[in-house]
């Protein structure tokens, strides 16, 4: 968000300000939601039997992670 203000010119030092907001419509990458109708559609089992097969090298944690972004990848496509 961005935002930009003004100062009223005054000698107190509780001027007035003047605020205004700007909400940006492209914020960058977006957040992954998972929808519950995937699990009804064709295809799905196959689609994550096959993420959870792949072979990732590395510890426990970042081998689930790699096979959860390469479903979210196939799922957004």
Avoid at 33 to 49: H, R
Wanted: aromatic share 16%; glycine share 6%; with cysteine.
């Amino acid at each position: 968000m961005e935002y930009y203000g003004y100062l009223s010119p005054s000698t107190s030092d509780h001027a007035p300000m003047l605020i205004h907001m700007i909400c940006k419509s492209n914020m960058g990458h977006k957040p992954f939601k998972n929808f519950n109708y995937w699990l009804q559609c064709e295809g799905f089992d196959d689609l994550l039997a096959h993420s959870w097969s792949l072979q990732v090298h590395g510890v426990p944690m970042y081998r689930v992670v790699m096979k959860l972004k390469f479903l979210q990848y196939n799922l957004k496509h």
